[in-house]
């Protein structure tokens, strides 16, 4: 499996952008996805994940201003963000799992995507 994430770039706060991860090779291995993001000198952290089912799991911090949704025709996911903040500020990454539960853990995702720099200016 392998996953290209797009559409990140420079916004100011209070703004919004879209990202796009989309997934090829065995796709039907393809459960469930998610998003992370690591700001310099942080750990990787979940922010937002959706299984096949549909159904969503937020990290609290974005609940209300991101939405995950899933193409599942065209194995492509997106996360739209809304009311940018500068501690949003990060690269994010998408991720796939093989398994049908939702999860906010880095270890319980197999595949990895290369990352796209989200920038929120104040």
């Known amino acids: 499996v392998q996953l290209q994430a797009s559409g ?4 100011q706060a209070g ?3 879209r990202l ?7 796709t ?3 459960y469930s996805m998610g998003w992370f993001r690591q700001a310099p000198g942080k ?5 937002a994940a959706i299984a096949r089912s549909g159904s969503t799991y937020y990290v609290d911090s974005v609940k209300g201003r991101f939405t995950i949704s899933r193409n599942s025709d065209k194995n492509t996911v997106y996360l739209q963000m809304s009311s940018l ?6 690269v994010y990454y998408c991720a796939a799992r093989d ?3 939702l999860s ?10 290369q990352g796209t720099q989200v920038t929120v200016s104040s």
């Open 8 to 11: 990140g770039g420079l916004v």
């Open 15 to 17: 703004g919004s952008l």
């Open 20 to 26: 796009s991860c989309a997934a090829s090779g065995r």
């Open 28 to 30: 039907v291995s393809i």
């Open 43 to 47: 750990e990787r952290e979940f922010v």
């Open 85 to 90: 903040k500068p501690e949003d500020t990060a």
């Open 99 to 101: 398994s049908p539960s």
């Open 104 to 113: 906010g853990l880095v270890r319980g995702y197999a595949y990895w995507g």
